[in-house]
Each structure stands twice: as structure tokens, then as C-alpha cells.
């Protein structure tokens, strides 16, 4: 569990999958294995290798969030895992290492390194952690794995493991990776909680919904408290926001709404999702799946033309000022 910081309006708890761990070692273990090859060749070939691709992934990044928006995440994550397991059925088809097996690793790392970087700052402001810690963590996995491939290549050659056999196995991990490790309900678990009924599951839902609902109402101007806010009978979600018509957040998400052609269902959603709560504390408020909040959710994301929590709120702020 990440360690939250002292905010308890955006406090929420999270956790690191151990499959996306794994799934993570595994992409740097292949890009270790192949770049210790790509450094063995001439010079004019790395430097060549590591400029093109460096703005291949740019580019393609770019144009993956611009056509996706909100939702690109997960495909990027998948994109990545495409171009690495590429690089090994090359080098395989090759019979060993050629320029073309490390463009694709290259490109591939790339847009693992700048996908890492934005959920690492989504996750910074969703869970109001401190960024060190979660950069040292996804770090150090990624060191684990990068120096897992060097190893394996090292120990590669006359007396030792065979190349084509270890490149083998490091493709069919990949592959596995991109069919049941990155998947889109593993990448919105780890950026908007946890949905499933997992050990623990239930009681941090239970404990987010006992939450002073005068919490939420600090934020959209209301003053009511007590979970029986939230508990009663027939409780809506006007209930645990308190009177927010009159206040600026209140206001500022009314205006959103109404500029950007909200439903009532995305706009109630907006309201508890800006405010800081999970997508399954708002599937139980909702009596929804989760999936159905974070369809909701990124349907907002689209219409409004943001990307993050953190981008919302900052256009409510701005709308509620204007």
C-alpha cells in the first residue's frame, strides 16, 4: 500500500499489482538483454539506433494520446509490450542481434519510459503520495529487471546459456505480459482503485464510505456530516454533497457540465470523482459496477479534453473564478 500524505479529501487507498511488477521487470529485463548487444556494435550504429528511435516513440506517443485521449494508457502499455516482443521474434527469425531487433527494443523502452512518467504523476495526484516514493519504487523494479537482462546475456556465448534460447523465453514472458498482465482493467485498477473483491477489498470500501461525509462538504460547500449522509434511506448523491449548488466548486462543476454537455449521471459522477473519491466508492454510492464509473469517467475525460484527476479539478477551479 502506498503511504498517503496528510490530505483527507484526496486520500485514497492504492496498491501495486504484483502482476504489473513482474510485467514491468519483464520489459526492462528484454530491453537489457538486447541493448548489451546494441552496445557491442559500432558506435555510428548506437548513436544512430538511440536518436531514431528516441523520436519515433515521441512521435508515436503523441499521436496514440491525441487519437485515444483519456483511454491510452492501457493501449500504450500494450504498444510497448508489441514492439519489444517484435524485437525478439526478429532476433530469433535473424538467428541473432541486427539493428532492426534494437530499433524495435529501443522504441519500445522509450514508450515504456514516458508511460511510466505520466501514471507516475497521475498516482502522485490521485493518491497525494510523495513522488519520491513512488518513483524509487517503480525504479528500483525497473533496475531489477534491466540488470536481470544483462545477466542473462552475459552468461550467454561458448560454455554458457544459449542466445536464441534465452531470447526465446523472454519473448514468450512478453507475450504473456501483454495478454493478461497489462491489461486495461489492470492499468485503471492501478490508476483508480481497486474494483474486484479482493482480500481487503470490502473494508477499505466500507471505510471510505464511514468517511465524514462533512469531508466532501468542506470541498462543495456543504455542511452536513455523520455517514448517515451517506447511509440513509434512498440516499443520493445530493445527499453526501451537501448544498454544492451555492458554493464555487459547486458551481464550477454545474458550469462544466453544462459547457461540456455532461449527462446528470457524468455529472454526479464529476463531483464525487474531483473530489477526490475512488472509482469504487462511487459504484457502491451508485449502486453501479465499477467499470460503469470509469466508463463514466472517461467519457468526462473525452468531452472535457483532460487527462487526469488533477486537470479536472483545475478546470472546475478555473470555470468556478471565470
Not at 264 to 280: D, H, I, K, M, Q
Request: charge should be neutral.
Amino acid at each position: 500500500m502506498w503511504a498517503p500524505c496528510a490530505d483527507p479529501v484526496f486520500k485514497r487507498t492504492g496498491s501495486f499489482p504484483p502482476s504489473l511488477m513482474v510485467g514491468l521487470a519483464m520489459v526492462s529485463a528484454g530491453f537489457g538483454f538486447l541493448q548489451q548487444l546494441l552496445y557491442q556494435q559500432d558506435a555510428n550504429v548506437v548513436v544512430g539506433v538511440i536518436v531514431g528511435t528516441k523520436f519515433a516513440a515521441v512521435l508515436l506517443f503523441v499521436a496514440v494520446a491525441g487519437l485515444l485521449g483519456s483511454a491510452f494508457v492501457a493501449t500504450l502499455a500494450k504498444t510497448l509490450i508489441t514492439f519489444a516482443t517484435a524485437a525478439f521474434l526478429v532476433f530469433l527469425a535473424q538467428g541473432g542481434y541486427s539493428p532492426l531487433s534494437s530499433a524495435l527494443m529501443s522504441t519500445g523502452y522509450s514508450l515504456f519510459e514516458m508511460t511510466t512518467y505520466l501514471v507516475l504523476a497521475e498516482l502522485a495526484l490521485s493518491l497525494r503520495v510523495r513522488p519520491l516514493s513512488l518513483l524509487s519504487g517503480f525504479y528500483l523494479i525497473e533496475t531489477v529487471g534491466y540488470l536481470l537482462g544483462c545477466s542473462l546475456e552475459a552468461a550467454t556465448g561458448p560454455g554458457g546459456l544459449d542466445r536464441r534460447m534465452v531470447a526465446a523465453v523472454l519473448a514468450l514472458a512478453l507475450l504473456i505480459c501483454a495478454v493478461w498482465v497489462f491489461t486495461e482493467k489492470h492499468v485503471n485498477d492501478l490508476l483508480w482503485g481497486r474494483g474486484d473483491g479482493s482480500a481487503g477489498g470490502d473494508a477499505v470500501r466500507r471505510q471510505e464510505i464511514d468517511i465524514d461525509a462533512g469531508v466532501l462538504g468542506s470541498l462543495t460547500g456543504g455542511h452536513r456530516g455523520g455517514g448517515e449522509a451517506l447511509h440513509g434511506e434512498g440516499c443520493r448523491l445530493e445527499d453526501a454533497s451537501g448544498e454544492s449548488a451555492s458554493s464555487p466548486y459547486g458551481r464550477g462543476v454545474a458550469r462544466v457540465s453544462e459547457r461540456f454537455r455532461l449527462s446528470p449521471r457524468e455529472t454526479e459522477v464529476l463531483r464525487l470523482f474531483a473530489a477526490g473519491r475512488s472509482a469504487a466508492f462511487i459504484a457502491e454510492l451508485q449502486f453501479v459496477t465499477t467499470n460503469t464509473v470509469r466508463s463514466h469517467i472517461k467519457h468526462i475525460y473525452g468531452k472535457c479534453d483532460v487527462h487526469s484527476r488533477q486537470e479536472l479539478i483545475t478546470l472546475i477551479e478555473r470555470v468556478a473564478d471565470q
